[in-house]
């Protein structure tokens, strides 16, 4: 990928808000690029969606979120896909990943209540036949979501002039 | 009564307080004030540094260090030199750990000067340099820059301030506050001079990681000029560390020694803690490359495109600086100098920047802004700049 698109992308992932205008300043380039370049980024599915980061205590979510540890069989000539698949139908279900070490995938969940993520795990998870053990892991507080610190303290506090 | 007068001494009450303290004093009570003032990084110093340092408390190393520095920190000090600006000190006797670049400048000048020995410091500059020399007995001279030269110092402009006198050159750059930084070329022909002339150099390399589109050079590396060289930087700017006060020295053993008396005497040894920090920084740079400085880096100078390309939109004459975290506009084509301007705007969109002339008397028809700013503060800013300028224009052209 050329420089223009990486450092595009660093911006956007700074600030997906931020605008053409915005980048082409900051780059020094024609504010026409950019907005090719983002598109090109776009249309390749480099860039895959826009979001937000929440902090959900400020934000009053009373959401529940889990980390669960998935062992699975793998499957002949799918592998882990198939499997990886059939997870990644479920809404509740916001990232997932193969993993190294002592379990196969980890997924993260978003539910309403705990009574919801249980019974994900134990009437869904536990139900598909590859699945041989599950561990859940409730998140209990946010500390740093997508790069970013949520309770650290911004203010300015430079007064020496020079 | 006690007339105070009488005790202090003609040295110290010779030298004026700086005059931007007050203009931002002003600007601090003003509620919803943007200042575009500060000359240091808005950066946190790396996690990894401050981490070092908590641990060098908790393992209770807090005594004094040896007069010169910890040999690690100026062995590290020493190869960060060597590997970054090719110059060769030795970490035994030609390195200096002071108290910022600050100790090193006074330093220096006090173990150069006698009474009457001129000081050649390129204007505008930073403002300590001229009451540094003054407190030594010396005589400031100033060499103005002009923004055609893009504020480099030419060798007219210096010769036409030799004297027999001439003891010292200042060399500031990268340049606070107009952005300036020297090339090759350039401190090739000032370095001509200062051999011919026979003048020592103080190079303040403090901002020697914040240059654009090109390397810094030090002076010191130009052939003939090691010996005739005290090179001075630190931690404040590269590694945002300011507040720890960190800086070193580094020349010929014959004058560092005598830097070195008068810092065992004055000032014993830099902070402890602060040397653990400094060293975390150096081994972290060698190991990744100086990556947290690169991301500043990288951050600063997209600000400057920012900046340069908004004061330029606004007609405002800028030359685009190549180094420290400045800009430094003209603002004399709207009718009034760099402190009507400052004054005004900071009246008018309560928005305060440094009037040119806190930097010497070249610097009367420009403002220093700094961009050491989060980009959205620079963008809230700049808007409030830019229709102040507007509004300028349109009174002008009634």
Redesign the interface.
């Known amino acids: 990928m050329d420089k223009i698109s990486k450092k595009i992308l660093q911006l956007l992932k700074d600030n997906a808000r931020c605008s053409n205008e915005?980048i082409a300043?900051?780059?020094?380039i024609n504010e026409s690029v950019v907005e090719e370049t983002i598109s090109e980024l776009e249309d390749s599915g480099v860039i895959v969606k826009y979001t937000a980061i929440i902090n959900n205590e400020l934000a009053g979510n009373d959401c529940v979120d889990a980390l669960i540890e998935i062992g699975v069989t793998p499957q002949k000539i799918s592998g882990f896909d198939a499997i990886a698949e059939e997870l990644m139908g479920y809404d509740m279900v916001k990232n997932l990943y193969l993993m190294s070490g002592g379990h196969d995938l980890t997924l993260t969940i978003e539910g309403k209540t705990v009574r919801e993520i249980s019974l994900f795990v134990s009437k869904t998870l536990s139900a598909i036949d590859s699945v041989i053990s599950t561990k859940t892991l409730f998140i209990l507080k946010q500390y740093k979501e997508g790069g970013v610190q949520l309770f650290s303290n911004t203010e300015?506090k430079?007064?020496?002039?020079? | 009564m006690i007339d105070y007068n009488e005790f202090i001494s003609e040295k110290a009450s010779g030298i004026k307080p700086?005059g931007?303290?007050k203009f931002?004093d002003v600007a601090a009570t003003m509620k919803g004030a943007i200042s575009l003032?500060?000359?240091?990084p808005?950066f946190q110093t790396p996690w990894s540094v401050r981490e070092s340092a908590i641990s060098s408390i908790k393992k209770g190393y807090t005594q004094y260090t040896s007069n010169t520095g910890m040999p690690a920190l100026r062995i590290a000090i020493a190869k960060y030199l060597s590997t970054r600006y090719n110059i060769k000190y030795s970490s035994d006797n030609e390195i200096l750990v002071t108290v910022g670049a600050s100790e090193g400048i006074d330093l220096s000048l006090r173990a150069l000067l006698n009474d009457g020995d001129e000081v050649l410091i390129p204007e505008p500059s930073?403002?300590?340099y001229s009451p540094c020399v003054k407190l030594c007995g010396g005589v400031s001279v100033a060499v103005p820059c002009k923004v055609s030269d893009e504020f480099k110092v030419t060798p007219n402009e210096l010769l036409a301030c030799i004297t027999p006198k001439t003891k010292v050159l200042i060399m500031p750059y990268p340049n606070?506050p107009t952005g300036a930084i020297m090339e090759r070329s350039h401190l090739e022909a000032v370095s001509k001079l200062c051999i011919e002339h026979n003048i020592i150099v103080i190079s303040d390399e403090i901002y020697s990681e914040l240059t654009y589109d090109v390397q810094h050079v030090s002076i010191a590396e130009v052939e003939g000029m090691r010996e005739r060289t005290i090179v001075i930087n630190g931690f404040s700017k590269s590694f945002a560390m300011?507040g720890w006060r960190l800086g070193y020295v580094a020349c010929p053993e014959p004058l560092l020694s005598v830097m070195l008396k008068i810092h065992q005497y004055c000032i014993m040894c830099a902070p402890t803690v602060s040397q653990y920090a400094g060293l975390q920084a150096l081994e972290d740079g060698f190991i990744d490359d100086f990556k947290a400085v690169e991301a500043m880096h990288e951050e600063y100078d997209?600000?400057r495109?920012?900046m340069v390309?908004?004061l330029n939109r606004l007609g405002l004459e800028c030359f685009e600086p190549k180094g420290a975290f400045y800009v430094f506009p003209k603002v004399s084509s709207l009718g009034m100098n760099g402190e009507e301007f400052a004054t005004a705007l900071l009246k008018a969109k309560k928005v305060a920047v440094?009037p040119g002339s806190a930097f010497g008397d070249s610097g009367n028809d420009f403002i220093r802004i700094s961009y050491a700013y989060s980009?959205v503060s620079l963008?809230k800013a700049m808007k409030r700049i830019e229709e102040f300028v507007l509004e300028l224009k349109e009174n002008m052209a009634k």
Not at chain 1, 25 to 28: D, M, S
Not at chain 2, 37 to 40: D, H, L, M, S, T
């Open positions: 915005y300043e900051l780059l020094n300015d430079r007064e020496l002039i020079r | 700086s931007i303290r931002f003032g500060v000359g240091e808005d930073y403002v300590s606070n300011t997209m600000r495109h920012f390309r908004t440094v980009i963008r």
